[in-house]
């Protein structure tokens, strides 16, 4: 990989796809060294890059990008088996018929119908718990905006006056002292 050369004539500089393809590559392979070898961008300069801003945005973007590509993909696959185990429970499972030499469909097991239902109702009920969990956080950060709100509001009004016949802290009377009786005295001596 070459670095790209300035209108002026000094030094050469990388450009943005060969940066992302530097971070692409760090994330794929995991160390420094060997991107430098991948890349052919010099060693230094990446460690240079490793430690600004934008470096840590490109990896972060890359990662995402790898997470949603794989998610993607893990999507079909499901969607492709629930299809061929839908299709397998209409129509049955392909089984070697000996007497006449040709492949047919029997019936599902029970067992095997029922292993199925019982795996796909566990995940249901797992997906239906984290949806409820999810809006419970949801309204709780709701709730706790508007109480936020609801404060910040009452921050911002009139201090409140005293109201007639309500005893306010200065207006609190001190306690009589108690007066010494004879008991008191025996005991103290």
């Known amino acids: 990989m070459e670095r790209r050369k300035r209108k002026d004539g000094k030094k050469k500089w990388w450009s943005a796809?060969?940066?992302?393809q530097a971070a692409a590559t760090?994330?794929?392979?995991?160390?420094?060294?060997?991107t430098a070898l991948a890349t052919g961008i010099p060693l230094p300069t990446l460690k240079a890059w490793k430690n600004l801003p934008w470096w840590k945005d490109l990896i972060s973007q890359v990662r995402r990008d790898d997470l949603d590509k794989a998610s993607s993909n893990i999507q079909r696959v499901i969607?492709?088996?629930?299809?061929?185990?839908?299709?397998r429970l209409d129509n049955g499972n392909f089984v070697f018929d000996q007497k006449t030499g040709k492949i047919v469909r029997?019936?599902?097991?029970?067992?095997?119908a029922l292993k199925v239902t019982t795996e796909l109702m566990t995940k249901q009920d797992k997906l239906l718990e984290r949806e409820e969990q999810k809006e419970t956080q949801e309204a709780t950060v709701d709730r706790l905006t508007k109480l936020a709100e609801e404060l910040a509001k009452f921050?911002?009004?009139?201090?409140?006056?005293?109201?007639?016949?309500?005893?306010?802290?200065?207006?609190v009377?001190?306690?009589?002292?108690?007066?010494p009786s004879p008991e008191n005295l025996s005991k103290v001596g």
């Open 155 to 171: 921050a911002k009004t009139k201090p409140v006056e005293a109201l007639e016949g309500v005893v306010t802290h200065s207006e």
């Open 173 to 179: 009377l001190p306690l009589p002292t108690p007066t």
């Open 17 to 20: 796809d060969q940066r992302l």
């Open 26 to 34: 760090y994330v794929m392979l995991g160390t420094m060294t060997e």
């Open 106 to 112: 029997i019936p599902v097991n029970i067992k095997d």
């Open 79 to 87: 969607e492709k088996a629930v299809k061929a185990t839908e299709e």
